[in-house]
């Protein structure tokens, strides 16, 4: 049985505990877009579609597998998983302990989409809506401007508490926890270090967005953070490798290296979660995505709204839904998306809803040429990423741009497989030219490379 089918066998079977709170309608869907859910059932890839798209994809990241990679891949299309690998150690320095497929990797801002679907979990049970001020649910909260929806968007004007917590005056001595970031704030609420003074005029990526989320959950679930992602997402559709970070988990939790091999440090902004702290796997991030296309845990009036875009006071492609990045390519597909990048850790969780593909790929080794993995996506539609350069960025870190780690071999390029008629096409204008060429015995000049 495939990874898919066995997330689908554990969703059936727990389906009702899933459900049951979705007897109530989200109030005020407001965003309408055009992508809807994929199918629960997608045609089937034949043997040579299969042995095409496995052939290409394995193809694309031979270079990076060759390289510095520690982590894990998968690929897949249709419920079919065209590819996965691992490769690496656990401790890549000492080479201990092999990367398996139940090795859990900290998602870093990959978390934030398990977040932003609880708050719309929530929303859709009726337990709160996304359009109150954050005050509602967060007594003591200084910004009346500020709601839910904005938080979820990152158009809350809230700065990263990661910048002003790291400041003096704050103890760096002692871990900081999501009470503690809301508490700052409350103390501070002339600080325009923290806040900017407008909601909802403009996009900035903000970790502060989603820390407070969590405590929302945990305020109208009467859960902690953990247990409620647990209960209502991790157990029923089988996650069994995923788990939200506590200090109980320091025995078994997979420590994240420099480039150089040298472990990170536990820091005193390792404890906050629901901007990042998730671990998981490919098999079970492979699960998440399906279960999410497969309609049985939110209407599609609530994944319309979290993949709908709400910044468009700059143009491009970037954009921002509701916990998940996008790209709306002017050729009118739409990519969705997230990137994570905390110490080490490096992921990608990349979603092609018109094809029912996904690429994963997950990295605890600051391996930064990990984001390319993107370019993939022109195997299975018009994605137009062959030349695009992505990176999870500090001074922008809602889609900065950057290229390989120096040294570092890029994945191959990808020709998206054509109609076998242009093929053809193609081949009798190519062997025309030859015949040409050969005739007046002339040769064929190559244009010079420049390096990049």
Known sequence: MNVKGIGYLALSVTLVIVSCGQAQTAKNLVKTD???????????????????????????????????????????????????????????????DSITEHTAFHLASVSKTFTAMSILKLWQDGKLDIHDPLSKYLPGFPYPAVTIETLLNHRSGLHNYVHYMDKPGVDHHKFLHNPDVLQYIIDHPNDRTIYSGVSNRHFEYSNTNYALLALVIEKVSGLPYPDYLGRTFFQPLGMQDTYVWTNSDSGKSMTSYYQTGRPFPMQFLDQVYGDKNVY???????????????????????LDSAYAGYSFEKPGQHNYGLGWRMLLIPNGKKLIYHNGWWHGNRTVFV????????????????????????????????????????????????????????????????????????????????????????????PVKKKAVQPA
């Not at 496995?54 to 079919?80: C, E, Q, Y």
Request: proline share 7%; hydrophobic share 35%.
């Open 34 to 96: 055009t992508l809807a859910p994929s199918p629960a059932t997608t045609p089937a890839l034949t043997g040579p579609e299969t042995e095409r798209y496995t052939n290409m994809t394995a193809h694309f990241f031979d270079p990076m597998l060759a390289g510095r990679f520690n982590g894990s891949i998968l690929v897949a299309k249709n419920g079919v998983v065209l590819f996965e690998k691992y490769k690496g150690f656990r401790d890549p320095r000492h080479r201990q």
């Open 280 to 302: 998981s796997t490919v098999r079970d991030m492979y699960k998440w995505d399906q279960a999410l296309r497969s309609g049985q845990l939110f209407s599609k009036g609530v």
């Open 351 to 442: 979603r092609m809803m018109d094809e029912d593909a996904t690429i994963i790929a997950l990295s605890n080794n600051d391996y930064r040429n990990v984001y390319s993995a993107k370019r993939l996506c022109d195997l299975f539609g018009d994605y137009r990423q062959g030349k695009e350069r992505f990176d999870e960025g500090e001074n922008d870190p809602a889609d900065s741009t950057g290229g390989a780690t120096v040294g570092e071999p890029s994945p191959a390029p990808v020709v998206a497989p054509r109609p076998a008629t242009v093929h053809r096409t193609r081949a009798r204008v190519a062997a025309k030219k030859t015949t040409r060429v050969a005739h007046h015995h002339r």
